[in-house]
């Protein structure tokens, strides 16, 4: 009985088919593109349909040409262009602030014992608090001019930046570094050269993260004493009721977000290589 076992498990290992390489099957770009835009254009189909059937109250929802005449009445006027440069400037300071901290603050965290002890307790107050809540107090520590905005977006992100950059260095491989300290490397030179690396994925999606929630910020900052931006002119829409702007607002700090995550997107691409291969694909 044991023979004929071992002979069936013979025959049965001699029809197992040879391993083949696994290939990636990636769409062309002429192809993968408009797959991208698929979703976002069936949703304005569906909306250009329903405002001129009229099942979509102008009142409610301004229709797609009339939010393309309030783009092309403001991009002719130079309105446009002003706001969304003040509104990109403001955001860019904020995150550019807000990350730079978060990031040292977590590098100092995870790599020392003392740092964690120092930093971690007060970082998690400022994450459990909604930095919306801080607007009031931030209006009468700042005023309501440049510093205060920018104070609020920084506030706003650093929290996910810091959070992302020590749980990315907690998670560097020990081995990797006992290697690396093998071939001389010590202080900041095993920072950048090795740890910051290793940390690098979890650091660029705080960064996605940052800049998600800078708009969050970008909005509420804006609400409160500006002569121009997109929130200004969100607030001009609720003003006279201007539907058509609210929209065309809406749409801007959507294109914002785009542009936000092309950015992190071509650091992925330039920076981690090696992440394009997904295993389960």
Known sequence: ?????????????????????????????????????????????????GSATGALSPQVLAGPPKVWSAFTELLGSGQLLDFAVASFTRAAFGVGLGVGVGLLLGLIAGLSSLGEELVDSTMQIVRAVPFLALVPLFIAWFGIDELYKVALIAVATVAPMYAYTYLGVRNVDRKVVE????????????????????????????????????????????????????????????EYNRTDYMVLCVVLYAVLGLIFDAVVRLAERYTMPWRRQVAIR
């Not at 290992?13 to 083949?20: D, I």
């Not at 770009?29 to 189909?45: D, G, K, Q, Y």
């Open 179 to 238: 290697a690396a300290r093998g071939f001389g490397l010590r202080g900041a030179r095993l920072v950048l050269e090795v740890i910051l690396p290793s940390a690098l994925p979890g650091i660029l999606m705080a960064l996605r993260v940052c800049l998600s929630i800078s708009i969050t910020g970008l909005i509420a900052a804006e609400q409160v004493g500006t002569a121009e931006g997109v929130g200004y002119l969100v607030t001009l829409a609720q």
């Open 1 to 49: 009985m044991a023979v004929r076992t071992v002979h069936a498990a013979e025959e049965d290992l001699g029809t197992l088919a040879a391993p083949r390489t696994r290939v990636e099957k990636s769409r062309p770009a002429w192809l993968s593109v408009p797959l991208r835009f698929l979703l976002p254009a069936l949703i304005v189909a569906a909306w250009w349909i």
